[in-house]
């Protein structure tokens, strides 16, 4: 299993978000009510964030991570979960964006998709 590199933050900074994926399928009926049943039993949860990067060779740790380990988010890797602290398995479910925070800092911000146990 990928790791995450580890002289990087392990977790999302402040503000993450994170959205359950609803497993209901609703279906409309010619009379009466809809129809309501699950789609499956795995419940996909999708955390919204970003990291801290706090110099150059974090810098480079990064990108030489996500394009030559993770793929551009072929390849999921171990996280863990910023709201509960348990350990997953997740891979980056979105365009990765880079800001300049200021005095040599930057940020990171991706969406993580947790790949269902």
Do not use: C
Request: no cysteine; glycine share 8%.
């Amino acid at each position: 299993m990928l790791e995450w590199p580890s002289t990087l933050a392990l977790t999302l900074k402040v503000g993450a978000q994170k959205t359950v994926r609803s497993r209901v399928l609703r279906s409309k009926m010619d009379s009466g009510e809809e129809k309501i049943r699950l789609r499956d039993t795995a419940q996909v949860k999708i955390f919204t964030g970003e990291v801290a990067i706090k110099n150059r060779d974090q810098h480079e740790t990064f990108w030489d991570w996500f394009e030559n380990y993770h793929f551009q988010g072929a390849e999921p890797f171990e996280w863990i979960d910023p709201f509960t602290g348990d350990i997953g398995t997740y891979y980056i479910s979105s365009d990765v964006t880079e800001s300049d925070v200021g005095g040599g800092v930057s940020s990171i911000s991706f969406t993580l998709t947790e790949l269902p146990s």
